[in-house]
T-cell receptor, first 113, second 113 residues
Framework: QQQVKQSPQSLIVQKGGISIINCAYE??????FPWYQQFPGKGPALLIA?????SEKKEGRFTISFNKSAKQFSLHIMDSQPGDSATYFC????????????FGTGTKLQVIP | SQTIHQWPATLVQPVGSPLSLECTVE??????LYWYRQAAGRGLQLLFY??????ISSEVPQNLSASRPQDRQFILSSKKLLLSDSGFYLC????????????FGPGTRLTVT
């Protein structure tokens, strides 16, 4: 009920291409869906987040698409760059009081020149 | 602006030795604080969280413990390390009431030999 399933586990994309990472959740009560970016040897950094009342949120080259009926959300990285090479984690949480954040297992993205 | 510090950055300890990892947050007051462990190439496992001084909740039973002696200080300890305690330890903070939006520190790489 609390799981967030993330795919693919790893992804290789050519520079300039679109990187797509998918996540699926089970708990329909989740109402906050963040994405984190983690470079090797560093802590994860909050990248972008979405609430289920919108179907899409865009920040620069990063876009979250949200499908409430399918209980799925995805991260799209447009015009992928070598500097985007990192591990990306999706997550889901409730937003009232203290709530545990449920993380996906991560996707290692490599953008090749 | 808020800043989170962790030290040491790396640590190599023999089995059976004690452990003390420290995390401090600057630029905010009364934050929620979290300890996570990340095994190599794996996701994030929540170990402990704290909503205030002296208030610690454990997510996973193990030989680790946490303490919060001051508002913005969070310490992870062990009396006797096991090989399985090796990993990347991450401290995170969030604003009270916004536990769904967490900000991570740089991490401590612990190797138990």
């Amino acid at each position: 009920q609390q799981q967030v399933k993330q795919s693919p586990q790893s992804l290789i994309v050519q520079k300039g291409g679109i990187s797509i990472i998918n996540c699926a959740y089970e708990n329909t009560a989740f109402d906050y869906f963040p994405w984190y970016q983690q470079f090797p040897g560093k802590g994860p950094a909050l990248l972008i987040a979405i609430r289920p009342d919108v179907s899409e949120k865009k920040e620069g080259r990063f876009t979250i698409s949200f499908n409430k009926s399918a209980k799925q959300f995805s991260l799209h990285i447009m015009d992928s760059q070598p500097g985007d090479s990192a591990t990306y984690f999706c997550a889901a949480s409730l937003s009232g009081g203290y709530q545990k954040v449920t993380f996906g297992t991560g996707t290692k993205l490599q953008v090749i020149p | 602006s808020q800043t989170i510090h962790q030290w040491p950055a790396t640590l190599v300890q023999p089995v059976g030795s004690p452990l003390s990892l420290e995390c401090t947050v600057e630029g905010t007051s009364n934050p929620n604080l979290y300890w996570y462990r990340q095994a190599a190439g794996r996701g994030l496992q929540l170990l402990f969280y704290s909503v205030g001084i002296g208030q610690i909740s454990s997510e996973v039973p193990q030989n680790l413990s946490a303490s919060r002696p001051q508002d913005r200080q969070f310490i992870l300890s062990s009396k006797k390390l096991l090989l399985s305690d090796s990993g990347f330890y991450l401290c995170a903070w969030s604003v009270q009431g916004k536990s769904y939006e967490q900000y991570f520190g740089p991490g401590t790489r612990l190797t138990v030999t």
